[in-house]
């Protein structure tokens, strides 16, 4: 012991007295604080995602790390010390565990401190307190805490099988090229498609993308398979070792307990492995979203028995995991074979009748056929809710619109379709329950849902689709709105007034041009990136399709006029695509009447977005239509968008037809 005290003392002295060892962590600090001195002073606000600059600096540090204990430990071997001492392969172990003990020791320190810097510039900004900061200090020990052991583990590596060969330098360069922090976005083809149940995920130490580390509500892109990497890793690091340094023992005991060792950690760094494809998150893996789009764009939709009807709803929700348990009551039921909809990638346990009799199911896709006895009059479902792309589940937070089947619903088709001119599958947004049923949900965990809160454990309330929130969130109260935000988002309430009003004047105008369109509902949750607008009674989800934070006004609210008005339409029109070239238009009008801003629309006429796609003649209608729409005042250019909107199932996106629909509309205005 007192031995492996003093290498540890030794190499305390031999890291930090290293310039090149000490120098590099200086120069990694100045890099991120000049970084984030200028994110401060820049225009974006996508606070959550800066952490994705850590990475480039930290490819810098693994190539250092590797090369530097690389040159250590092949300069110590270089004396040959196993030539000279009978306990040589037991020395050669403490050499390297203490080597190890020191790296990290430091590597700890410095990440305190670059913790500590990252945590102030969220204040800085004026981000509130919160397990958000948490989450970041997590996300630092596991993308750059972990590889600089990696690192060292590598460096030893190679040192005790090449030496001190010219050849190392070039094997070290491959090494850090193909296992590098940023070899994801090397790679970028490669690694996009890989998805997160592959065990081919284990060769990357990073994050998918280098910009989208993190999403509104969901959190950061690390789960309990990112820690089984991480485990992985150290375990295949320490299984290298073993393998390569199995020659330097000089006794039969000591290789029969190597290579019990090298058995033992070989079954470990396979379990590792195993844990993480089972528990690795989708919600960020851009190959499960293609994945996903692709079972729906070739899915065959199942024969459905609706011949019921559901009375009410009540869910109890576990108070750790995901586990559900969805009681369905039934009404009028006239079949024993009844079909629900509920997403194919949640296994269930078991379905049992009012009376706790086990039922027999099937599975096809999404569809469950469950066979029940003609009395049956109520059915629990018990499944858990897996992480999917489409479907918000990572760790333990959810995101669930009313269209997202997490439920077991009433329905002949998949609620998730491909969508042939958005160009990949997504949730169709019209009403789920017609009518609207009564849903009754038991949890003692915090949720954000849209029926109201009745008891301090149960909520209640009758709508025509359950949405859900589990996750940590921002609130304001703004007028008679409930307005929810994500952690990373600053508190400015000026900003979202701002925003309110501008939603609620485009939501105005389009209420005129489709007349079952309904007002903004009371809770509106507000969410940065990509998506579309998902709304149902007493909710609205808003993703802002940008880089920037939802109270960035500037870089957001040009969004509003097109989202808004796809909303309306997928509540009213079965298939969404046929209105493309409408809410094209529309979006471009109601921007310009709000003057709401659309970077880049200075440099371009008004025109459709395949407009350089079209036939020459498609070109002269769409022409047409659009200078004579955009010349209208407003009450005409009203009327031609709603009379379009009112013939958008027999005219579609045909723009001959379409032209003829307006000049009929011109026509008679011209007759009045």
């Not at 307005?483 to 009003?501: A, H, N, R, S, W």
Request: proline residues 4%; glycine residues 6%.
């Amino acid at each position: 012991m007192s031995r492996w005290i003093n290498l540890v003392a030794f190499y305390s002295r031999r890291l930090i007295t290293s310039k090149f060892y000490m120098g590099s962590l200086l120069v990694y600090t100045v890099m991120l604080s000049v970084r984030y001195i200028v994110l401060y002073n820049g225009t974006s606000k996508d606070y959550g995602n800066v952490l994705g600059e850590l990475f480039v600096p930290g490819q810098m540090l693994f190539m250092i790390y590797m090369v530097y204990f690389y040159r250590l430990f092949a300069e110590e071997r270089a004396f040959g010390m196993e030539r000279y001492f009978s306990d040589a392969y037991r020395i050669l172990w403490q050499k390297i565990v203490a080597m190890a003990f020191v790296h990290m020791s430091i590597q700890g320190i410095f990440f305190i401190v670059q913790t500590l810097l990252v945590w102030g510039f969220y204040r800085a900004v004026s981000v509130p307190w919160s397990n958000f900061y948490l989450e970041v200090a997590l996300f630092i020990v596991l993308y750059c805490w972990l590889p600089t052991l990696i690192g060292l583990a590598i460096g030893v590596l190679i040192a005790s099988v090449v030496g001190k060969h010219k050849i190392s330098f070039v094997i070290l360069l491959i090494i850090w090229f193909l296992l590098g922090p940023i070899n994801t976005e090397i790679f970028i083809d490669y690694f996009r498609q890989i998805q997160a149940d592959d065990w081919r995920s284990f060769s990357y130490l990073s994050t998918m993308s280098l910009y989208q580390v993190y999403q509104s509500y969901m959190g950061y892109s690390y789960s309990s398979g990112t820690a089984w990497k991480g485990i992985g890793w150290i375990l295949v690091s320490v299984l290298l070792l073993l393998i390569s340094l199995l020659r330097y023992s000089m006794f039969r005991q000591q290789r029969i307990a190597t290579v019990i060792a090298i058995l033992l950690v070989g079954g470990l760094t396979i379990g590792s492995i195993e844990q993480m494809t089972r528990n690795e998150s989708r919600v960020f893996n851009y190959a499960d979203e293609e994945a996903e789009s692709l079972y729906y764009k070739n899915y065959t939709i199942p024969p459905a028995d609706l011949r019921y009807h559901i009375a009410n709803y009540t869910i109890n929700i576990g108070d750790t995991g995901n586990q559900l348990s969805t009681t369905v009551a039934l009404k009028q039921v006239q079949t024993t074979t009844p079909t629900f909809q509920l997403h194919h990638a949640f296994p269930i346990q078991r379905i049992v009748d009012e009376h706790g009799k086990e039922q027999f199911f099937q599975r096809q896709g999404d569809t469950v056929s469950v066979t029940i006895q003609p009395t049956t009059t109520a059915l629990t479902f018990d499944y858990t809710l897996t992480s999917q792309f489409f479907v918000k589940v990572h760790r333990d937070r959810w995101l669930l619109p009313a269209t997202v089947d997490w439920y077991p619903k009433r329905s002949a088709e998949p609620l998730v379709q491909y969508v042939d001119f958005i160009g990949y599958s997504r949730a169709i947004l019209k009403p789920i329950q017609e009518p609207a049923v009564k849903f009754q949900v038991h949890s003692k965990q915090k949720l954000l849902l849209n029926i109201p809160k009745i008891q301090p454990t149960i909520y209640e309330g009758v709508v025509d689709g359950l949405a859900v929130i589990k996750a940590p969130f921002q609130q304001q109260t703004i007028g008679h709105y409930q307005v929810v935000y994500p952690l990373d988002g600053v508190d400015t309430k000026e900003q979202f007034e701002v925003m309110i009003t501008r939603m609620e004047q485009v939501n105005q105008d389009l209420q005129k041009l489709m007349p079952a369109s309904r007002a903004l509902p009371d809770l509106l949750v507000f969410q940065s990136g990509g998506g579309a607008v998902q709304w149902h009674d007493n909710f609205l989800l808003y993703p802002t399709d940008s880089l920037y934070a939802i109270d960035s006004i500037d870089g957001t609210a040009y969004l509003m006029p097109s989202k808004l008005a796809f909303a309306h339409i997928n509540q009213q029109l079965s298939n969404p695509a046929v209105a493309e070239e409408w809410l094209d238009l529309t979006g471009q009008i109601l921007a310009t009447r709000h003057k709401i801003n659309q970077p880049g629309s200075e440099l371009f006429r008004p025109s459709p977005f395949y407009y350089h796609e079209f036939s020459a003649t498609d070109q002269q209608s769409a022409d047409f239509v659009y200078s004579q729409v955009l010349q209208a005042d407003e009450a005409l250019q009203n009327r031609l968008l709603s009379a379009w909107f009112s013939n958008i199932e027999q005219v579609q996106n045909d723009w001959q037809q379409i032209e003829q629909l307006v000049r009929e509309v011109l026509q008679h205005e011209n007759g009045n």
